[in-house]
């Protein structure tokens, strides 16, 4: 059945699935909601968007997205509160951001409308599988990829635009031990480590499992020249609590411009804790470590929220973080988290509703 809801045409599913699903035990993007929205680019201009049923994509072998990996994506959360409300956490950013990503690997630039039209209407449409238990919420996938023909190396004519959602538990149960990267690279100035470009990710696969296998479950990536500077933490910016102090790297071409991440300067900001952006090296990270002065360190981003560490591997050495009765991380998340779920007042505007 075909109808038109903002404005979008919605192809409802015959029959829907969410009663096979159990939400009090759900992994983390693993099971997939009744629908999608899907929005192609052809002939030089992005036709409307239509939410549709759940389904495989048909692409040809020739499709450039197998061949020169033009993809970017971002991850959102939709959130249920109490009284059955649905919201969305700052979700222009992400808007903004797919566009900065898109521009970067050559993609064209969505509308806004397009985007927040789009995935409004898909909220509403699939709104019984935004799960309301406690740490659970309804994850988000936005994507752009190249479907154009060809074997040419160039920008593909064609690219499918598609948000599918998927009811997710939490990301990360516990703390987890990381180890400083010392050969592999995350990314390269005046590459394209700012954007959430698919390859990115692809890239760290297999520095990540050396790590594994030596017995951490991340990796602490540095610059890429001298090794010597702390970036990111995994798929994660990273937070470093040195004394009273939270540090944090500045952006830049390397570094993503996480959405948690400017959350979590501000919102400490307004608590009074002293933030400072600013480069950080693994020296001064180890002799923190030694002299007693680092206090946390934990990654920030859309999934987890925040994920604290419990220590960290550097040239053959370990080094354990105290566990504190009040640690910023929790302070953090459990303050973004109320925002998020309608908990608390938001003074900074971020929360958006959507029904």
């Not at 939490?170 to 390269?188: C, D, N, P």
């Not at 950080?280 to 934990?298: D, H, M, P, R, W």
């Not at 640690?327 to 925002?339: F, G, N, R, V, W």
Request: aromatic residues 12%; proline residues 5%.
């Amino acid at each position: 059945m075909s109808v038109l809801i903002n404005d979008i045409e919605v192809i409802k599913a015959e029959t829907s699935k969410i009663n096979e699903i159990d939400f009090d035990h759900l992994k983390f993007g693993q099971v997939y909601s009744d629908h999608m929205l899907v929005c192609d680019y052809e002939n030089g201009k992005w036709n409307a968007p239509k939410v549709m049923p759940y389904q495989p994509i048909s692409l040809e072998p020739s499709a450039k997205i197998f061949h020169y990996g033009q993809s970017v994506f971002e991850g959102m959360k939709s959130y249920k509160d109490r009284d059955g409300g649905v919201w969305l956490f700052r979700p222009l950013e992400n808007f903004k951001r797919l566009n900065i990503s898109s521009k970067r690997l050559a993609i064209p630039e969505l509308p806004e409308s397009y985007f927040m039209d789009g995935l409004k209407t898909l909220l509403e449409v699939d709104q019984d599988w935004i799960p309301q238990k406690e740490g659970s919420s309804l994850y988000i996938r936005p994507f752009v990829f190249a479907s154009g023909t060809g074997l040419h190396a160039s920008p593909a004519d064609a690219y499918k635009f598609i948000i599918c959602t998927a009811p997710s538990g939490s990301y990360f149960s516990g703390k987890v031990k990381v180890l400083i990267e010392e050969k592999y690279s995350r990314s390269a100035n005046g590459g394209v480590g700012y954007a959430k470009a698919g390859g990115n990710y692809a890239g760290q696969f297999y520095p990540t499992q050396l790590a594994i296998d030596k017995g951490y479950q991340q990796v602490i990536w540095t610059d890429d020249t001298s090794h010597e500077y702390i970036e990111e933490a995994g798929a994660m910016n990273v937070f470093i609590r040195i004394n009273d102090t939270l540090i944090t790297s500045p952006t830049s071409d390397r570094i993503l411009d996480g959405i948690t991440r400017k959350s979590i300067i501000e919102l400490a900001k307004s608590k009074g804790i002293n933030v400072e952006v600013r480069k950080i090296t693994v020296t001064e990270l180890v002799e923190a470590a030694k002299n007693g002065s680092l206090k946390e360190l934990f990654g920030a981003g859309t999934a987890a929220v925040i994920s604290p560490i419990s220590g960290f591997g550097y040239k053959g050495e370990d080094f354990d973080l105290p566990e504190l009765e009040e640690p910023y991380a929790h302070s953090l998340k459990k303050a973004i988290t109320d925002i998020q779920t309608n908990k608390a007042e938001d003074p900074f505007g971020w929360r958006y509703k959507v029904l």
